[in-house]
């Protein structure tokens, strides 16, 4: 089964901007469609984008939409958020998740495997 690691969190000031990736081993990437939660303490996981495995199709809520870009590279085993013009209210730790088959990109069990998660914080 495919292992996930998120990188690139940390404290940033509101509209500033920060990456992260999201790397996977054991398995190929390429053989999942991917997607990035964010999760704040006594809430559920938020659904923030998703990929399919060629990226030619890209999900996104309103909430961030316009904002943050999910990217991949099949080759080097690597999924990326680009998150810009961040908000206080995307404090959260940002979690990865790959599954085979997909059918609702926004809801976290339809995710088989799961990242440890990394810590985002937005100062105001």
């Known amino acids: 089964q495919v292992q996930l690691a998120e990188s690139g969190g940390g404290l940033v000031q509101a509209g500033g901007s920060l990456r992260l990736s999201c790397a996977a081993s054991?398995?190929?990437?390429?053989?999942?469609?991917m997607g990035w939660f964010r999760q704040t303490p006594g809430k559920g996981r938020e659904f923030v984008a998703g990929i399919s495995r060629n990226s030619i199709s890209t999900y996104y809520p309103d909430s961030v939409r316009g904002r943050f870009t999910v990217s991949r590279d099949n080759a080097k085993h690597t999924v990326y958020l680009q998150m810009n013009s961040l908000k206080p209210e995307d404090t959260a730790t940002y979690y990865c998740?790959?599954?085979?088959?997909?059918?609702?990109?926004?809801?976290?069990?339809?995710?088989?495997?799961w990242g440890q998660g990394t810590q985002v914080t937005v100062s105001s």
């Open positions: 998740a790959a599954t085979e088959v997909i059918n609702n990109w926004n809801v976290a069990r339809e995710y088989d495997y």
């Open positions: 054991r398995r190929p990437l390429s053989s999942y469609v």
